[in-house]
């Protein structure tokens, strides 16, 4: 018998894995990476020897020039706080004062933060001595439109990166399972971006009208002829970034390899260098997968979880079993996701997006699919209405649930587990 540790919320469950049925376990780990040891020498290199760009020095020389820095949100931890204490200890030391700095957090569509919240993502020191704005995609008075996309996409984003004279973003490389992959352009729209710009450029998921459903080019780990990923750019281009920072991180949120330069070209070394390292292929599909979301953040609430069950997805047979642990403490994470959610037709629910996208819409829909062509448990603490409507079955006690699925399998039936299943994807 096997004793799997799977991550849950800031803690662990300890799942017995049962000898029975000659079934057969696979556990699947992230790659054993190193992080980074001295996070400021690793990142001072890295602004000195850019990819695609001018030095770190050589684009901030003018020492009146008002510097704005985007970085992720609560849901993406990082290390923001060590990145930025190398970032402002060097513009200082290039004359730009602490009073000349912002920072964004590009939450998107995301809940707002806490102070405490923004304390803990940018450190006490920045936090009491920088300004930091909160971006919110429905506050008018934040936005500033910038232009329109050659797919019709309106560019609104937040003032503050609009009309600063030099803009930074700081971003992490992971998969996403319709843009391809997240950070880089991606802090723009849809990080600092309005709330109706977010939409327009999540819309392109989807064929445009005559035709229906969903574009197969727009998934994960594809960027070249991606219409939700080429938006993207335009809109970054746009917004005139100046530089760019792109981490890629552990599941311990432990930086691991840092890409500096242009938004573009240093982005796409780091997504070249994660699909190396975080994609494992299978000979044949599963018949059950057990997975973590990975713990905090990325089990805050189930719009965060759902890329977990997309990695799932990929390893389990038609009508085979999923067993998802995701704490899922702040719950979905979405009120529109909810309403999208109580609909329960999938044909519907994808006509309804074809004339009004709706973001969370789409994932509800996402999300709904699943539901429909997999057997999904779900241990969380979320309500278990909540978890009946998204046609899931909620658990009350983990071990008894795998315990019960794996009698039930199938005499040599396969089993993945993966503990941490929003770092990792599996394919076939």
Known sequence: MQIIKMPFGKSYKSLQLPDSNGITYSVLRAAKSKPINNISNALNTALDKPIGSKPF??????????????????????QSDRVLDVLVKRLQKLGIKPDAITIILARGIHPAHTPAEIKRIVGNSIFSSIRIIDHDAHDCSQLIHIGTTSRGTEVEINRYAAETDK?????????????????????IVPGIASSDTITQNHSLVLHRPPRQGKNPDACLGKLDGNPVNEDMIESAKMADVDFSINLVVNHHEEIIRIFCGDIIKAHRAGCDFLDHSGKV??????????????????????????????????????????????????????????????DGNPERMMKRLQTGFAVSGHTALCSLIKAKRFDIYFYSRLKPDIVKMMQFRPVKDIQSLVNTVMARLPRGGRVLVLPEGYSLVPYI
Not at 167 to 187: D, E, N, P
């Open 57 to 78: 020095d050589r684009i901030f020389t003018k020492p009146n020039d008002r510097v704005t820095i985007v970085i992720p949100d609560k849901t993406r931890r990082c």
């Open 167 to 187: 803009l930074i973003t700081v971003g992490v490389v992971q998969y996403h399972y319709y843009a391809g992959f997240s950070g880089g352009r991606k802090l």
């Open 281 to 342: 292929r299978l000979r044949k599909p599963v018949d059950c997968v057990i997975a973590s979301a990975g713990g905090h953040p990325t089990d805050i609430n189930f719009i965060q979880t759902h890329k977990t069950l997309e990695h799932s997805s990929r390893a389990l047979k038609q009508n085979g079993t999923m067993i998802i642990l995701s704490e899922c403490p702040e719950g979905i994470g979405s009120d529109v996701f909810m309403e999208w959610s109580r």
